[in-house]
């Protein structure tokens, strides 16, 4: 049982001075400002090593963000900003990426 319905599979995630912005496959769009950030998790799925496996969520004030998936191009970018969140939990943030347990990380919180 795959979870790989093609709505919700990425176009293209864009990582800016603004926000992260995620156009899915349909031609919808999810995106958050870095000023509406409200936290961050790191959530850890068990199914990989074939599927996408670990999600970085990114929940806005309002409720609404968008989930990157860590295998995307603009991954490395995401990441490269979070870091630089003030009170970002690199240690917490090492142990999702290191772990294969089914549960959320919460790395960062306004």
Known sequence: ??????????????????????????????????????????????????????????VGNDGKGTAVPSGDPAADALIERLQTLPGFDNEKFIEAMTTDADQAYVVWQS
């Open 1 to 58: 049982m795959t979870q790989d319905s093609s709505s919700a599979q990425s176009r293209t995630v864009s990582v800016d001075d603004t926000g992260v912005r995620r156009r899915l496959a349909d031609g919808s769009e999810e995106a958050v400002t870095w000023s509406e950030l409200s936290s961050v998790m790191v959530r850890v799925i068990p199914d990989g090593p074939w599927n996408e496996d670990v999600f970085f969520m990114l």
